[in-house]
């Protein structure tokens, strides 16, 4: 397996804020987006979108909020473990998730979703959140309002991948329960480093698309590495995993004539759990 060094993928940047702003927005502009995000998720499979209008200063605060709460004594964080949680939220340490045999994840986490305090099926429930004598006082307000911020976001990225893929543009809206990245290259077996850039956020075409679409899209195999320097590296990510219940099968506009589905139909928490049951 290569390295990165060779130059032969390249992560598109898309500015979809002539789709966001009503007082831009016009067939044409729209049309140019769709393309744009079509070619992308067709290959690699990832892409950076900017003109999102999420505010910096948010973003800044949620950094600042994650690195306080990361700092926190370990003994504090165990009291939020995600295994004391039914729906999987909460802290995790170093090493408890494996994507690859023989390779633990070397990275902390905390995982939080919509509030659901009276749900009991997989994945939905409450969040677990520090006490308010750890001092992180803002840590769940700033947490929230960025969930919600992003969640909005994932709703109209859904939209036009719709529109991309010659649906109605609200096709997914009933799917939606309310540096140091790199990239895999097939065809020349090598990871490629994804540069980021500023107030871009990061998308990947995740499985459940890639079986959605017929692999029309592409979920692209995606790693991070260990940084070679003594500073700390935060990412928020953010899973759109939609209603329990939802069945995952080929869209119709997917399917060419004569083409069969490759993949059979499957509950999205049934996929989830296959997922979540590799990883942990």
């Known amino acids: 397996m290569g390295d990165a060094s060779s130059p032969t993928i390249e992560i598109p940047v898309i500015d979809i804020s002539g789709y966001l702003d009503p007082s831009r927005r016009s067939a044409t502009q729209t049309q140019e ?41 370990p003994e504090r964080k165990q009291a939020l473990h995600r295994g004391k949680s039914h729906c999987l939220r909460g802290w995790e340490s170093v090493g408890e998730q494996s994507l690859e045999a023989g390779f633990a994840d070397q990275k902390e986490g905390f995982m939080v979703g919509l509030e659901m305090p009276g749900a009991t099926r997989f994945l939905q429930g409450p969040n677990q959140w520090p006490e308010p004598e750890d001092g992180v006082s803002k840590f769940r307000g700033t947490f929230m309002q960025y969930f919600e911020q992003v969640r909005l976001l994932s709703r109209d990225v859904f939209r036009l991948m719709a529109l991309s893929l010659e649906l109605e543009e609200t096709y997914f809206d009933s799917f939606d329960d309310s540096g140091g990245l790199e990239v895999f290259h097939k065809p020349s077996g090598t990871w490629h480093a994804v540069r980021p850039i500023q107030d871009a956020f990061v998308v990947n075409i995740g499985d459940m698309m890639e079986r959605w679409t017929n692999e029309k899209y592409t979920s692209t195999l995606h790693r991070v590495i260990t940084p070679v320097s003594n500073r700390y590296r935060y990412s928020v990510a953010f899973f759109n995993e939609g209603l329990l219940d939802q069945v995952i099968e080929c869209i119709p506009s997917c399917l060419n004539f004569g083409e069969k589905a490759k993949f059979e139909p499957i509950r999205a928490e049934d996929h989830l759990k296959q997922r979540y049951g590799s990883s942990y």
């Open 33 to 73: 987006i769709v393309r744009s995000l079509r070619s992308a998720c067709q290959s690699p499979g990832f892409f950076q979108i900017t003109g999102h209008n999420i505010p910096v200063a948010l973003r800044q605060s949620l950094l600042e909020e994650i690195g306080q709460f990361f700092n926190l004594p």
